[in-house]
């Protein structure tokens, strides 16, 4: 016998999962869409449930996960949605909108370095994300009232720290 010079035919392409079919992304958009009506109406326990069955139904993508961690934000389960944020983060490090708002959640705690860091990580994925260019402005802003609080209470109100400190508050108040 002589050896085959046809090569042997192409197995048939493995079908995608159910879940990257066409119908599961258009409803998937359509559950997306629904949660954000929810979150706008403040509906936020009907948002969670509504993002949670979306994320059992794709676990992979991230923007029900985040939607989520908002609805958390938005009524006042801050534990939570730094949970969900972190757990975000740590699957997907390279979106800037996490780290942000984990940064957001962190300043309004009085985390301050926290912040800093999550910002910093933010620009890091993304040197053009404003939103994180900016708050990371606002931080630094705070930490140096911080620190010129602190040399005013060294120095017992003398110096130049008074001046320097109302120049910040000034530009805090600004916001």
């Known amino acids: 016998q002589s050896p085959s010079t046809k090569p042997p035919a192409e197995p048939p392409p493995a ?15 359509a559950g997306l869409k629904e949660a954000r ?6 509906q936020y326990d009907a948002a969670i449930a509504k993002l949670d069955a979306l994320n059992r139904e794709r676990p992979r993508e991230p923007q029900a996960r985040f939607l989520r961690s908002v609805a958390e934000t938005e009524s ?3 534990d939570a949605a730094v949970a969900t944020l972190q757990s975000l983060a740590a699957d997907f490090p390279e979106l ?3 780290h942000n708002n984990l940064a957001v959640i962190y300043a309004s705690r009085g985390s301050l370095e926290l912040a800093k ?3 910093e990580l933010a620009i890091a994925a993304s040197p053009d994300y404003a939103p994180a260019v900016e708050n990371l402005g606002d931080i630094y802003t705070r930490l ?3 620190q010129y609080e602190r040399a005013i209470a060294l120095e017992k109100g003398k110096g130049a720290a008074p ?5 910040v508050r000034d ?5």
């Open 76 to 78: 006042g389960k801050t």
């Open 163 to 167: 001046a320097k400190l109302k120049l």
């Open 96 to 98: 800037p909108e996490v």
């Open 144 to 146: 140096a009232a911080r």
């Open 37 to 42: 009506a929810l979150l706008a109406s403040k």
């Open 117 to 119: 860091s999550e910002l």
């Open 171 to 175: 530009a805090l108040a600004a916001h």
């Open 15 to 29: 079908p995608l999962p159910a879940e990257f079919s066409a119908e599961a992304l258009k409803a998937y958009s």
